[in-house]
């Protein structure tokens, strides 16, 4: 092998180069403290709590165009902050900018107290009181419901079995068939619903039975094992490629802050999450059952936007896309975004999709003042 | 010249050795331990209940798993000392690119590119560690017994994982070669092997024997930290602290009473109208979530 031989004052302008970059970067990371690293700062008010889950009502941004409020519901893998991340990127300012009135759920942080908490909890109980107490303080008999990933099962289940409550359901990155992820079979997608199928139900229950919850850091290690390269860099390589560069490197931070934020999955709630959805597929199937009721897609007849990445590796887009020809409702709309999980949160093409597309959805089937 | 990327027989034999002692190692170790507790027992303790026959068979298992692994990582050591040889020496800017390269090119660091969930399951179920344990032998040998199984299957896993990366080292040094004297720098190099590891890592996570491996590793670390917890328990019970079980069973009330408090306010924000239905035709009670719960059932 013949090594490059770069001439002389090349190399010490890169060596400058380098060394002054290093210095900037190491100026730029003494200077910043964990309080400069703020996500989720569009302000809001604290408007319902139920144990631990509060319910928050952001304050407008724009004059108020859409009548019928929106509820932003996050699953209980990560934080709903992703909607939020930063000012440039954050989906909630965009629609509070094109004049939606917006809520979120924050489903707080679960302990071992919380391990006997159930998907119908969540479901039927959190989520049920989250839209009764909006749909009361807005007057309304029916709101619009958003739900991102986990959230967006919880949304399709609530809209199956509270269909006269919702007057639209948006999904962001949402499974519904669990086992599609082989339509495709792409290396490197969809290897969550791959390990989920490899290991037993009994193991499932023992691993909770154990832990009590399926701790957060074990659910982030299963995430890095999806990019096992990525974690041999992020940390060297990547951070030297942004140090001088405050934006980035803010921009960067505030990413590992949400990552770092990743609450225990309550115990019952994950083994049915593992086990009713990821192993034996029933959501889609129409066999699942919450407080004893059967979750029938075909009782969905309120206007779906179904919303996916075209490059998911975490929820491949055929697991979302098998919504379609499930549902009772014949409004039914697709809008694949570029980039991937996370992408259509903070990527810079989706900014410009994404909020207008929810907001243009909820406005064309806005309702009238007297007929809410 | 030896091929590095050929499992060295000389290395290998070494490495063989070691494991043989290990073994032998773990024999003395299990043999000490049932002497020194038949002795405890004889001075001290009445009735001590036995030890776990298949103690020895574990030993065994845990040694075979240590010896093929350590054969890989002989071969792994091998492999990439001959590749960090090729890798470009440089003075510019690509000088922390290389050194990054020769860091992702150390063995030791590829057990932990895929073992993030390895660690984590070992912080999960190494918890406390404790000295005086030789009154309780049972479950103390239960913990032993499960703490061998765990390093066992931890093992086999790495052993799988290894020999990815040994795949992808190949096959590096297969697309350095193929590229004859044509120069290669830092940068691409390390864009090369970070594309070929990963493509052979990714592959081999959705193979069955990781996937295999994988699964016991969880088992094992579950079942570690279920051991352990049945000792503490004891500890818990004998001292008059709190146990998990007796939290757990608060924590199942409490959950059941708030279950039971928002099933009565959403009744109250129903319409009088609804509420008049739904007391003649309730919903279907909610499937108990706890083994052997006999309390009331209700919807959530």
């Known amino acids: 092998m013949t090594e490059a031989r770069p001439n002389p004052a090349t190399v010490l302008s890169d060596a400058a180069d380098l060394g002054t970059k290093m210095l900037t970067g190491g100026q730029l990371l003494h200077g910043i403290r964990d309080a400069d ?65 917006l809520y979120v759920v924050d489903w707080g942080n679960p302990s071992r107290a919380d391990r006997y908490l159930t998907l119908d909890d969540y479901i039927l109980g959190y989520l049920d009181g989250c839209v009764a107490e909006i749909a009361g303080r807005a007057s309304v008999s029916s709101i619009n419901l958003l739900g991102v990933c986990e959230g967006g099962v919880f949304a399709t289940a609530f809209a199956a079995l509270e269909p006269q409550r919702l007057n639209t359901l948006t999904l962001t990155i949402t499974p519904i068939d669990f086992h599609a992820d082989t339509v495709e079979n792409r290396l490197g997608h969809g290897f969550i619903n791959i390990w989920t199928r490899s290991i037993s139900p009994e193991d499932v229950d ?20 999806m990019s096992p390269m990525r974690s041999l860099l992020k940390y060297n390589l990547d951070l030297l490629e942004i140090a001088d560069d405050e934006q980035r490197l803010m921009n960067w931070l505030r990413m590992e802050k949400w990552i770092a934020d990743r609450p225990d999955h309550p115990g019952e709630a994950a083994k049915q999450w593992v086990k009713d959805l990821y192993q034996q ?7 699942w059952t919450l407080g004893g009721r059967l979750v029938d897609l075909g009782n969905i007849r309120m206007p779906v936007l179904n919303v996916y990445a075209s490059d998911d590796h975490i929820i491949p887009p055929a697991t979302s896309r098998a919504l379609g020809g499930k549902l009772g409702s014949s409004d039914y709309t697709e809008l694949a975004l570029p980039g991937g999980h996370v992408g259509v949160f903070v990527g810079g093409r989706s900014q410009a999709l994404f909020a207008p597309a929810v907001a243009s959805f909820a406005e064309r089937h806005d309702l009238p003042k007297k007929t809410r | 010249m030896m091929n590095p990327l050929d499992y060295s027989k000389a290395v290998t034999d070494f490495w063989s050795a070691q494991g043989r002692a290990l073994l032998q190692a773990q024999e003395q170790v299990g043999r000490v331990l049932a002497e020194g507790m038949q002795a405890v027992a004889a001075g001290k303790i009445p009735n001590i209940p036995p030890m776990p026959d298949n103690l020895s ?24 000392s001959r590749l960090a040889a090729t890798i470009p020496s ?52 239960d913990v032993l017994q499960a703490w061998m199984n765990l390093r066992r299957r931890s093992l086999e896993h790495n052993a799988v994982v290894l020999e990815a990366w040994l795949d992808a080292a190949r096959q590096f040094s297969e697309q350095l070669a193929a590229r004859n004297a044509r120069p290669l720098d830092a940068k691409t190099a390390l864009t090369l092997w970070t ?9 081999t996570q959705r193979s069955e024997p990781f996937l295999q491996t994988q699964a016991a590793l969880i088992r094992a670390t579950t079942e570690l930290r279920l051991a352990q917890q049945e000792l503490v328990e004891h500890f818990g019970k004998q001292y008059g602290f709190p146990t998990r079980t007796e939290l757990d069973d608060v924590h199942f009330a409490l959950t059941e009473l708030r279950r039971e408090l928002r099933a009565v306010q959403r009744e109250q924000r129903k319409p009088a109208s609804q509420t008049a239905a739904s007391a003649t035709t309730p919903r279907a009670p909610q499937r108990a979530r706890r083994a052997g719960a006999k309390r009331g059932k209700i919807a959530p």
């Open chain 1, 206 to 225: 023992r691993l909770i039975d154990a832990n009590g919850n399926l701790p957060g850091e074990f659910m982030g290690a299963i995430f890095n094992q």
């Open chain 2, 195 to 203: 594309d070929t590891a990963n493509r052979q890592l990714l592959e």
């Open chain 2, 90 to 141: 440089t003075t510019d800017s690509d000088g922390i690119v290389e050194a990054t390269l020769r860091k992702m090119m150390d063995p030791r660091s590829w057990t932990g590119a895929t073992g993030g969930l390895d660690d984590v399951l070992g912080r999960m179920a190494e918890g406390p560690r404790f000295a005086d344990l030789w009154e309780i032998e049972r479950r103390y040998a």
């Open chain 1, 281 to 287: 597929n029933k959501l889609v199937r129409n066999e």
């Open chain 1, 37 to 101: 690293v703020q996500i989720a700062t569009t302000p809001k008010d604290l408007v319902w709590r139920q144990d631990k889950v509060s319910l928050y009502q952001f304050r407008p941004l724009a004059a108020q165009r859409i009548g019928v409020p929106m509820l932003i519901c996050y699953g209980l893998v990560g934080r709903w902050t992703m909607t939020d991340l930063q000012e440039d990127r954050s989906l909630v300012r965009n629609l509070l900018n094109l004049g939606l009135d």
């Open chain 2, 57 to 80: 068979p574990e030993a065994e298992d845990l040694a075979r798993a240590a010896k093929s692994v350590v054969g890989l990582w002989s071969a792994a050591t091998s492999a990439c």
